[in-house]
């Protein structure tokens, strides 16, 4: 994930940042455009999610320790109790035949720091998921972008609410707009900074448990509210 930084001038970066944006909007599977997109318009965001970090007890440990979230390190979840953290990760990215090895690697970030930051970023995502419940389809992911522009302000979350809304059915968009984003405009606001927080140490908690203390509002089932 950390891979070889390619530094860019400034009529470099804009050129891919645009090619990015325009290649992820045509084929919205390209993780390595959207991420790309990710770096070239993100280093402001990211600079301020830095100084977040080196401003909490908890976060100055992640920077300093700079854990992966890769096979080789978080594979103890697979072994912790039901109803944990841990337990519920290891179950989610089985189901769903995920491997934390997938990300494409940051590329284009100034510095060695800010890179951890972004590819932290990027690796933190899954756990996002369960710990909010969203499911992985293309509405999931795009409530789930609302959060991530709430807690770094990255545009290309905002750019990836915008693309994925647009490629809505008619249905989806309804449900989108009533249910699920009004939640994650109210839930990414309402938790703590989850860029600060070291995961894997909270693994053997309980889930439930580290939703109150982190201020997660988990999303509610749009078929038990009749939406």
């Given at each position: 994930?950390?891979g070889a ?20 909007l ?18 402001p ?12 007890a908890?976060?100055?440990?992640v920077?300093l ?19 944990t ?9 089985g ?5 934390p090895?997938d ?6 970030m ?7 930051v ?7 995502h899954d ?6 419940g ?15 522009f709430e807690?770094m ?9 915008v ?9 989806q ?8 984003f ?5 839930a990414?606001?309402?938790c703590?900074?989850l860029?600060?927080?070291y ?7 309980d ?14 089932d ?6």
């Open positions: 994930m950390l930084r390619v530094q860019l001038k400034g009529w470099q970066q804009a050129a891919v940042a645009f090619g990015s944006a325009f290649g992820a045509l084929d919205p599977r390209r993780a390595d455009l959207i991420a790309a997109l990710g770096e070239t318009t993100g280093n965001a990211f600079e301020r999610v830095l100084q977040r970090m080196k401003n909490s908890e976060g100055k440990e920077l320790e700079r854990p992966r979230v890769i096979s080789s390190q978080v594979s103890h979840a697979w072994d912790m109790p039901q109803n953290f841990g337990a519920a990760y290891a179950q989610f990215m189901s769903r035949n995920f491997s090895d990300r494409p690697p940051v590329r284009f100034d510095t060695d720091e800010l890179a951890y972004a590819t932290r970023a990027r690796e933190v756990f996002w998921h369960v710990l909010f969203l499911p992985t389809n293309l509405i999931g992911e795009t409530a789930l972008k609302v959060i991530e807690q302000f990255l545009p290309m979350c905002m750019l990836s609410v693309g994925g809304s647009a490629r809505f059915s008619e249905k968009r309804t449900l989108f707009f009533q249910h699920y009004p939640w994650a405009t109210k990414g606001l309402k703590a900074d860029m600060s927080v995961y894997e140490k909270h693994f053997h908690e889930l439930e448990e580290v939703r109150r203390n982190w201020g997660i509002l988990p999303c509610p749009p078929k038990k509210r009749g939406v």
